[in-house]
């Protein structure tokens, strides 16, 4: 029947039931025998039988519900792994009935599996059922392999079938582990979010019961459950330790093979939730009970399920706890180091996972992981110890491998800001640090030795020892680039800065070598230089002698080394004195070494990066390179690059990054540009900001530099700029990084133009400003405060240093008041000659200040004709006559109204009031300060004194004073405001003594003894007048 189902096809038309009897008598024979050999042909037919889906459709099957080989062969697969159980006495539970499958049996049907689960889609109800019974397999085959340390040559007393067992269940337990995590694959490849979030849930809370080897006691039943969030949680707990029950009643705790594989399968569950962003509920507390909640209210949902279950932070003490015991894994007192890195692998999915949400029970900015702070340090730092546990265990290239997790985990925390304490993060990073003898200092093409990683003592397992200073070294890389980039808690950086500034010379050397050979061993990989792995290199002496594992580490890792090299060369060449001119040649044959592989790696970074589809790992390396080539343009180095190659270099980075994130690149010509997701931009964050650095970097250093071309760098700036005012593009957050960037850059290269095109430059520059701070009045607030400062710069260097006639920028500031761009206003006003801004659009201020019934515009316009007086008005006093004699009345007006709480209904009217009455007080003495100080004015100074503390008594009456001094109810009253009034008549009284005593001789009396008592209690400072108590008299008591 095997050999004949690839000629079924061509027999359905005439029998189109075929291929479903053929496996109907295949399952009945297999059903009533169980001979070794037909089992083995069953499990060849089935897994032939999936390959040819077509062959068994709904309507060709001649029983019912045979639609796919799953159904068919799963009875019989699973049956073949069942595991042999032996007691001397039974339990009544025991079944003896796998007892029979021998390994070529078990081996087929493992293999079988693996097609079944390749071919077929709709398997979600039977995966988790196959994937327990697979584990329990594997728990029972892990126990019966060659030991790790087992001579490579047979022994005379062993014999050849023994050896050849040992062998065959090795193989099986490596096919079987490939097999479980094929199954996880298929269970989490569905596309509905909340049946991924329960199947993810559950795997997960059953590979930590796994480990833990928590399980269901003896003649447990499941308990009634309320329904409510904690009867969730404990119903998803059972339902996994009875999952787990099977393995832990036979060996408990379970075999340390079988914990590793479950720590594993624990965190790719963890990285597929990583995954789901778009659902809170995973790793958000308040979220996650929200929704258990909503699941719990909703009628007719009683069935735990897809539709009703808990959430991984419901679980998070629990996960913290098992991967923190998982990565300290013992038996017997003996390390177990493959376990501790696969729960070290664990416990970084849950940082990452849970390092950014807050303790919702404490509300003071505190992680949801702090309370777990002591177990999680405790494991990381076993890990970093593996270098001095190797030496009390047996030699093994677990504890290297050991050792690079604790390394990666240790980054996990520095980057997340879990660990911020300068005692607790120098303790941790003592065993990182590298010594002299470590790193030596050597030049480039030496004959000596102290480039290659070698032991530096006797071990037996000298291929994987180089793995512990190749981790110190990317370790230390990453962390340094990290802090290069800006990406690092501030609070850690001088601490880690302190301890990586010893050796970095030689660090940096050892790290540009170990970047060379792991760039020529990624394009060996990538076959692009034959695909043959170099023999050689500078930091080995031939390619046997290091492990797989170093290989790895070199290919997976060259990008931040090379570029964390060059920027500690670089720096540590500015550094250098004249006497050590031989050390500066030596850096600088490095740098020029690692020159074009940073070239090349960026090219091919840029060319993979696809925004949205590509891995995180080509934004991560196109950043590091920009940055690196940002320190090499910017900095006094031999290394310059060519006019060309630089040009090349910017329309990369330009097209690839800015213009195609933006939607300007040249495939999307002609078409609206989509805005991309917020997750897409806060995945590409830093290498924006790398990006727009460069850019910004070669736009400083033009007048400096003759290799850039000025026409590219304008295109690269301009274009964005030009989409946005034309509308091709929308402002939004997500561009805020890149617009903010091209306008800081347009305001430099305005100062590049020439005389003929500068004007035309800056008139659009000017618009583009004007009509973006426009346009960002209905944006949020966080566009607003990327955009508006440079918005703002740009206007202030255009009017500063201009080449526009004085009537275009009177339409400017026109246009300014009228649209209330009061900031932009204020500096036009400020930065032109005094007058021109101010005197130009003074009606149209007029108008917005005498408009009481539009309170939107009365806080900006107020404060900015202050801060336009403040500053213009010193060059040029008569300015302060001019403004007053055309909107004196309406500031006045616009004080008493705030202070006397006149048009409260008003929107937005007490929100501004405080704000108002400062900035209109303030102009009146800028209007007091220039009267006092011209001759000739004491007449209208008097006046004007007379009118403004009318209005200011007003004030003192409706609002009050500090301390109550004045017994006022009114509704509304503000004595903040009474107190500014006071402190005006203080100052008046203070700085021209005889204009007061003239003014308020002209007042009423009641006004002027309000006036009175507010000055006497501002120069008390508001404390209560103290009566003296009359004294008894003995002497009239006679």
């Not at 079944?116 to 019974?133: I, M, Q, R």
């Not at 940073?598 to 991560?620: H, N």
Request: glycine fraction near 6%.
């Amino acid at each position: 029947m095997t050999t004949l189902l690839p000629w079924l096809e061509s027999l359905q038309n005439l029998d189109k039931w075929i291929a479903s009897r053929f496996a109907c008598y295949a399952s009945t024979i297999l059903e009533h025998c169980s001979h070794p050999v037909v089992c083995f042909e069953g499990s060849v037919f089935f897994e032939r039988l999936s390959e040819h889906r077509g062959l068994i459709e709904p309507s060709c099957c001649c029983v019912v519900n045979t639609d796919n080989a799953a159904t068919v062969a799963m009875p019989f697969l699973l049956f073949a792994l069942k595991t042999p159980i032996a007691k001397v006495i039974a339990d009544e539970d025991v079944d003896f009935s796998g007892c029979h499958g021998p390994i070529d049996v078990q081996r087929s049907a493992v293999m079988c599996l693996k097609g079944v689960f390749t071919s077929e889609k709709n398997l979600n109800d039977l995966t988790f059922d196959a994937g327990k019974t697979v584990l329990e397999f594997l728990h029972d085959r892990c126990g019966r392999r060659r030991f790790e340390h087992f001579s490579e040559f047979r022994s005379l007393s062993l014999p050849r079938s023994v050896v050849n067992d040992f062998e065959d269940c090795q193989l099986i337990e490596a096919e079987t582990i490939a097999l479980v995590q094929m199954i996880l694959a298929v269970q989490l490849r569905g596309e509905d979010l909340d049946e991924k979030t329960y199947r993810c849930l559950q795997w997960l809370l059953w590979s930590v019961s796994l480990i833990s080897g928590d399980s269901l006691k003896s003649g447990q039943d499941e308990p009634e459950i309320e329904m409510s969030i904690a009867g969730l949680i404990e119903r998803s707990s059972f339902i996994a330790r009875s999952s787990a029950s099977p393995i832990v009643k036979v060996s408990n705790p379970p075999r340390w093979q079988l914990k590793c594989v479950a720590a594993n399968i624990a965190s790719l569950t963890m990285a597929s939730l990583l995954e789901m962003k778009e659902n809170p509920s995973i790793f958000n507390y308040q979220s996650a009970r929200a929704r258990c909640t909503e699941m719990l209210q909703k009628e007719g949902n009683e069935v735990y399920g897809v539709s009703l279950h808990s959430f991984p932070v419901l679980h998070l003490e629990e996960l913290v706890t098992t991967a923190c015991i998982a990565s300290a894994a013992t038996s017997n007192n003996s390390e177990l180091p493959s376990v501790q890195v696969s729960g070290l692998r664990f416990l970084i999915t849950v940082l990452k996972a849970f390092g950014e949400e807050l303790d919702a029970s404490t509300n003071d900015g505190t992680s949801v992981l702090e309370q777990y702070s002591s177990q999680i340090i405790s494991a990381v730092r076993h890990a970093l110890n593996a270098e001095s546990l190797l030496e009390e265990s047996v030699a093994t290239s677990g504890f290297h491998r050991l050792f690079a997790a604790g390394c990666d985990a240790l980054f996990v925390m520095i980057n997340g800001g879990f660990v911020s304490e300068p005692v607790v993060i120098r303790r941790l990073l003592q065993p990182l640090l590298l010594t002299s003898e470590d790193v030596p200092f050597t030049a480039f093409g030496g004959k000596d030795e102290k480039l290659l990683m070698k032991s530096n003592h006797v071990t037996d397992d000298s291929r994987s020892f180089p793995l512990f200073r190749l981790s110190k070294l990317c370790f230390a890389a990453r962390v340094s680039m990290m802090i290069e980039v800006g990406d690092m808690n501030q609070s850690a950086v001088s601490v880690i800065n302190g301890e990586l500034e010893k050796e970095v010379v030689g660090r940096a050397v050892h790290s540009a070598a170990a970047a060379m050979d792991g760039f020529l061993l990624s394009k060996a990989h990538k076959k692009q230089s034959g695909g043959e792995l170099p023999s050689t290199g500078l930091t080995f002496a031939n390619l046997s002698d290091v492990d797989e594992l170093i290989v790895d580490e070199l290919v997976e890792n060259w990008p931040v080394l090379a570029t964390s090299s060059v920027v500690s060369l670089v720096k540590a060449i500015n550094d250098a004195s004249e006497e050590r001119s031989a050390q500066r040649e030596t850096m600088e044959l490095w740098l020029s070494k690692l020159l074009p592989i940073i070239l090349i790696g960026l090219r091919e970074a840029l060319s993979e990066f696809k925004p949205g589809q590509s891995k995180s790992s080509a934004s991560e390396a196109a950043a590091l390179f920009i940055c690196a080539l940002r320190l090499l343009v910017g900095n006094n180095t031999s290394m310059e690059l060519c006019s060309d190659e630089l040009g090349n270099i910017i329309s990369m980075v330009t097209d690839s990054v800015l213009f195609q994130l933006l939607g300007l690149s040249d495939s999307d010509s002609g078409t609206h540009p989509l805005i991309l997701p917020q997750s897409v931009f806060e995945d590409c964050t830093i290498l924006m900001q790398q990006a727009c650095g460069f850019i910004e970097d070669l736009s400083n250093n033009h007048s400096d530099t003759a290799v850039t071309d000025l026409a590219l760098l304008s295109h690269s700036v301009m274009k964005p700029l030009v989409a946005l005012q034309e509308k091709q593009i929308k402002l939004h957050t997500n561009y805020s990084i890149i617009l903010s960037s091209c306008i800081r850059s347009s305001v430099i290269l305005l100062r590049c133009q020439r005389e003929g095109d500068r004007m035309q430059l800056e008139k659009a520059l000017v618009q583009l400003s004007l009509s973006t701070l426009k346009d960002m009045s209905d944006h949020p607030s966080e566009l607003s405060k990327e955009l508006k400062e440079p918005c703002l710069s740009l206007l202030r260097s255009c009017s500063s240093d201009t080449s526009l006639q004085a009537g275009e920028w009177g339409e400017i500031s026109t246009y300014s008041v009228s649209n209330e761009l009061w900031d932009a206003w204020a500096i036009v006003c400020a930065s032109l000659a005094p007058g021109i801004g101010i005197k130009s659009s003074i009606y149209a201020m007029k108008g917005a200040l005498g408009d009481i019934a539009n309170t939107s515009r009365h806080a900006g316009a107020i404060v900015a004709l202050h801060v336009a007086l403040h500053s213009a008005g010193t060059e040029d006093p008569s300015l302060v006559c001019f403004v007053l004699h055309h909107v004196g009345f309406e500031v006045l007006q616009l004080l008493r109204a705030y202070s006397l709480r006149l048009a409260p209904a008003l929107e937005g009217f007490d929100e501004n009031r405080v704000n108002v009455c400062a900035e209109a007080v303030k102009v009146n003495m800028i209007a007091f300060q220039y009267l006092s100080t011209t001759p000739g004015e004491e007449g209208t100074s008097a006046s004007f004194l007379l009118a403004l503390f009318q209005v200011l008594v007003e004030s003192v009456s409706f609002n009050g004073l500090p301390g109550n001094l004045l017994d006022t109810r009114n509704t509304g009253a503000d004595e903040n405001i009474g107190r500014m009034c006071a402190q005006v008549f203080v100052h008046v009284v203070r700085s021209n003594p005889l204009v007061f005593k003239s003014t308020i001789s002209a007042m009423a009396a009641e006004s002027r003894t309000i006036l009175e008592n507010a000055v006497r209690a501002d120069m008390s400072g508001y404390a209560a007048p103290k009566r003296e108590k009359k004294k008894l008299s003995l002497k009239g008591f006679r």
